[in-house]
């Protein structure tokens, strides 16, 4: 440390060095949740993203379902229950619940409809997103009622300080704050 700069800076400067690296993780989110472990991630709960689609089932369990992350969650009537990956190949889809209570998935990228059971199994064939009965559109599933408690953000702590995985625009805004402070703060610069 230089003797012109005090411990305060020196601070504020170790503080925009991790917004920063917490912006390269959240924006390489889609590579690194692919490393993890399958049944690892399955048991976390990650934020509720930014436009995420809420569906309920007929037993009142809610689902999530998050572009950026390509997963969806189970809510149930003591918060969350576990979550797992969709096969949507990273573009945009549309959700919707069957009768019977799968969760059907519209990819647009896949060019398929895909249904999973409440536990994330794919079940059935895959068939063209047009196949869906109700003019070709997802099944509404407003009229069933939740009985589930879902949190606007999230439940546990965890997922509290993922929120740099929420959207890549989050991602590159910390990136942003934390390249900006260390390039244009010359008092911050060490040495």
Same mark, same amino acid.
């Given at each position: ?91 945009? %889809? ?63 702590? %965890?997922?509290? %300080? ?21 390039? %244009? ?7």
């Amino acid at each position: 440390m230089r003797r012109d700069q005090s411990p305060a800076i020196m601070n504020l400067r170790r503080i925009a060095i991790v917004v920063a690296a917490a912006g390269v993780a959240g924006f390489l989110q889609p590579f690194w949740m692919w490393i993890l472990p399958t049944e690892f991630l399955n048991r976390i709960e990650l934020p509720n993203s930014i436009g995420s689609v809420h569906v309920t089932a007929p037993d009142g369990r809610v689902f999530i379902a998050s572009q950026p992350f390509g997963r969806v969650q189970r809510y149930g009537p003591s918060g969350f229950e576990r979550s797992f990956a969709i096969d949507t190949h990273g573009g945009v %889809f549309d959700v919707g619940v069957s009768p019977s209570g799968h969760i059907l998935i519209c990819s647009l990228r896949a060019r398929a409809l895909i249904t999973y059971d409440q536990d994330g199994n794919e079940i059935g064939p895959r068939g063209p997103c047009s196949s869906v009965s109700n003019q070709g559109r997802m099944p509404d599933s407003s009229y069933y009622a939740s009985q589930a408690k879902v949190p606007p953000i999230a439940q546990s702590w %965890f997922a509290a %300080f993922a929120i740099p995985l929420w959207h890549p625009i989050v991602a590159w805004l910390m990136i942003a704050a934390g390249g900006l402070y260390l390039k %244009f703060n010359p008092r911050s610069r060490p040495g």
